[in-house]
């Protein structure tokens, strides 16, 4: 099989500069009750938590990347992960029952998918990495952010930790991929913009699998419980691996973090250590006086407003576990034949950003099975909603609960518009009209811990000096229009630039 896992470290390493030379050191002691401390503990492993930790051992520092996941390696058999078409245990999180591979968080009005394992979301998404424009970047960040400094410096150095392109001319013309080519033919008819645009997607593994060298996974739309080819780019195979291979970062998995609080001039994490079924086997805690979260918008968010309403970290703001939002996730069902050919990830975009409608990217999202029986074509809508959403403290259940307002005027007018574009594809393609599935699912949460309101512009808590955010949390409820991996990557890397000037200052 083929694999570009060892030519990206051998970039990623060379790039960093220094390496083990300036070794600190690392907590490597058995599996105890009681870990010593660590220079910089972070908590996820995802793009935040690769970044930051690739960052930290680019400067000499040391530090322990706690993941709830297992690892997913990728085999010469094929099998790492479950299929749509046959999942099994691998497929979902759920603690007690099993260490799979995607979580679906269940809220008040809304529900959510998040990755758990070693590389986060990007085990699980669909590999789209986009720059907004800077007028639905602002519409987004307002001014929280300066698009100039992103765009010159921050997104092109995304691009380049990542690795991506998008789907080549012989890919797309493969007999797999007339999906694609189909979705791209009926947008165009209905006037929408087109665009291939770069993923985190290895090429030619994908013709691997086209010409029948190695087994199908991306070319029959597997994306979602992972790709067992190794074509996606996914970020424990990359950055966090080219991380790892300094010596100065240790990555635990299976170590959940279900506390943080503040002990004099350091922190203390309480950390469950589980088993293959996600039963936890015993508790340990680690202490540093910097603690960076990057365990996605869900999970730094419900940290943090626990911790807050228990008094474990008394001095956040307020406004943590606010300005939360759906990335204005629709997942929309048109009804007519499948075409055979449902290669992923998600190759094809067609945009729809100034019309006067909501601005709106639809991806072309195979699921790797067919939906109601092969008769109905899907997609994903991205847009911009206002961040309405909250995730508030349960004192009785002690536990944090999300909340998504159904009844806000302006998101109901974005489910309007959606339908509207879609009204315009049904009109200029065969089968019935849209059907429109209801908001009540994203894979994309962002905000908890905004920019500017719980944390400054590099993601520093100031009321908790040395507790860093780095992750999707900091964004307030979407990215401009488009998925939010690249910007996501990019924002890491700008507060793990700052994070790296506090330590070494």
């Given at each position: 099989?083929?694999?570009?896992?060892?030519?990206?470290?051998?970039?990623?390493?060379?790039?960093?500069?220094?390496?083990?030379?300036?070794?600190?050191?690392?907590?490597?002691?058995?599996?105890?009750?009681?870990?010593?401390?660590?220079?910089?503990?972070?908590?996820?492993?995802?793009?935040?938590?690769?970044?930051?930790?690739?960052?930290?051992?680019?400067?000499?520092?040391?530090?322990?990347?706690?993941?709830?996941?297992?690892?997913?390696?990728?085999?010469a058999v094929g099998n790492t992960f479950a299929t749509a078409v046959n999942p099994d245990t691998r497929a979902l999180w759920l603690p007690g029952v099993a260490t799979g591979v995607l979580e679906v968080v269940a809220g008040s009005g809304i529900n959510c998918f998040?990755?758990?394992?070693?590389?986060?979301?990007?085990?699980?998404?669909?590999?789209?990495?986009?720059?907004?424009?800077?007028?639905?970047?602002?519409?987004?960040?307002?001014?929280?952010?300066?698009?100039?400094?992103?765009?010159?410096?921050?997104?092109?150095?995304?691009?380049?930790?990542?690795?991506?392109?998008?789907?080549?001319?012989?890919?797309?013309?493969?007999?797999?991929?007339?999906?694609?080519?189909?979705?791209?033919?009926?947008?165009?008819?209905?006037?929408?913009?087109?665009?291939?645009?770069?993923?985190?997607?290895?090429?030619?593994?994908?013709?691997?699998?086209?010409?029948?060298?190695?087994?199908?996974?991306?070319?029959?739309?597997?994306?979602?419980?992972?790709?067992?080819?190794?074509?996606?780019?996914?970020?424990?195979?990359?950055?966090?691996?080219?991380?790892?291979?300094?010596?100065?970062?240790?990555?635990?998995?299976?170590?959940?973090?279900?506390?943080?609080?503040?002990?004099?001039?350091?922190?203390?994490?309480?950390?469950?250590?589980?088993?293959?079924?996600?039963?936890?086997?015993?508790?340990?805690?680690?202490?540093?006086?910097?603690?960076?979260?990057?365990?996605?918008?869900?999970?730094?968010?419900?940290?943090?407003?626990?911790?807050?309403?228990?008094?474990?970290?008394?001095?956040?703001?307020?406004?943590?576990?606010?300005?939360?939002?759906?990335?204005?996730?629709?997942?929309?069902?048109?009804?007519?034949?499948?075409?055979?050919?449902?290669?992923?990830?998600?190759?094809?975009?067609?945009?729809?950003?100034?019309?006067?409608?909501?601005?709106?990217?639809?991806?072309?999202?195979?699921?790797?099975?067919p939906v109601l029986g092969g008769l109905s074509q899907n997609a994903l809508a991205v847009s911009i909603t206002p961040p309405s959403g909250s995730l508030v403290y349960d004192t009785a259940m002690d536990q944090v609960e999300l909340r998504w307002p159904t009844d806000?005027?302006?998101?109901?007018?974005?489910?309007?518009?959606?339908?509207?574009?879609?009204?315009?594809?049904?009109?200029?393609?065969?089968?019935?009209?849209?059907?429109?599935?209801?908001?009540?699912?994203?894979?994309?949460?962002?905000?908890?811990?905004?920019?500017?309101?719980?944390?400054?512009?590099?993601?520093?808590?100031?009321?908790?000096?040395?507790?860093?955010?780095?992750?999707?949390?900091?964004?307030?409820?979407?990215?401009?229009?488009?998925?939010?991996?690249?910007?996501?990557?990019?924002?890491?890397?700008?507060?793990?630039?700052?994070?790296?000037?506090?330590?070494?200052?």
């Amino acid at each position: 099989m083929r694999t570009t896992k060892t030519t990206r470290r051998e970039v990623l390493l060379a790039a960093t500069g220094v390496l083990a030379a300036a070794t600190l050191p690392i907590a490597r002691a058995p599996m105890s009750r009681a870990q010593p401390s660590a220079d910089v503990v972070i908590i996820g492993s995802g793009y935040a938590g690769a970044v930051t930790a690739l960052r930290l051992a680019q400067r000499g520092i040391s530090c322990i990347v706690l993941e709830r996941g297992r690892r997913w390696p990728i085999t010469a058999v094929g099998n790492t992960f479950a299929t749509a078409v046959n999942p099994d245990t691998r497929a979902l999180w759920l603690p007690g029952v099993a260490t799979g591979v995607l979580e679906v968080v269940a809220g008040s009005g809304i529900n959510c998918f998040a990755g758990a394992g070693v590389g986060g979301g990007s085990l699980v998404n669909y590999t789209v990495m986009m720059t907004p424009e800077e007028d639905l970047f602002a519409a987004s960040f307002g001014d929280r952010l300066d698009y100039d400094e992103m765009i010159s410096h921050w997104y092109p150095r995304a691009r380049d930790l990542i690795g991506c392109s998008p789907i080549p001319d012989d890919v797309l013309a493969a007999e797999q991929y007339s999906a694609a080519r189909g979705f791209d033919e009926v947008s165009r008819r209905a006037g929408l913009e087109v665009r291939r645009v770069p993923m985190a997607t290895d090429w030619d593994v994908v013709r691997d699998e086209i010409h029948g060298r190695i087994g199908p996974s991306a070319t029959v739309g597997d994306c979602i419980f992972g790709v067992n080819s190794g074509a996606k780019l996914s970020v424990d195979r990359t950055i966090l691996s080219a991380a790892e291979a300094t010596g100065l970062v240790t990555v635990l998995p299976l170590h959940s973090v279900t506390d943080v609080r503040a002990e004099g001039d350091r922190y203390t994490l309480t950390c469950a250590v589980l088993d293959a079924s996600g039963q936890t086997r015993y508790t340990t805690e680690f202490h540093s006086n910097t603690v960076v979260f990057a365990a996605g918008s869900v999970g730094t968010s419900k940290l943090l407003v626990r911790a807050r309403a228990r008094g474990d970290l008394p001095h956040l703001s307020t406004d943590v576990g606010g300005y939360w939002g759906s990335s204005g996730d629709h997942v929309t069902l048109r009804l007519g034949r499948t075409a055979d050919g449902q290669g992923g990830p998600a190759h094809i975009v067609a945009l729809d950003w100034h019309s006067g409608a909501t601005p709106t990217t639809l991806l072309n999202f195979p699921l790797g099975v067919p939906v109601l029986g092969g008769l109905s074509q899907n997609a994903l809508a991205v847009s911009i909603t206002p961040p309405s959403g909250s995730l508030v403290y349960d004192t009785a259940m002690d536990q944090v609960e999300l909340r998504w307002p159904t009844d806000v005027p302006e998101i109901a007018r974005v489910t309007k518009d959606i339908g509207t574009i879609l009204a315009k594809i049904g009109a200029v393609s065969s089968g019935s009209a849209p059907a429109l599935a209801l908001p009540t699912v994203t894979s994309h949460p962002l905000g908890g811990a905004v920019l500017g309101t719980v944390t400054d512009s590099y993601g520093r808590i100031g009321e908790h000096p040395g507790l860093y955010v780095a992750d999707s949390s900091l964004i307030p409820g979407s990215t401009g229009a488009v998925p939010p991996a690249l910007t996501v990557t990019a924002l890491a890397d700008r507060c793990a630039s700052a994070l790296v000037a506090d330590l070494t200052r």
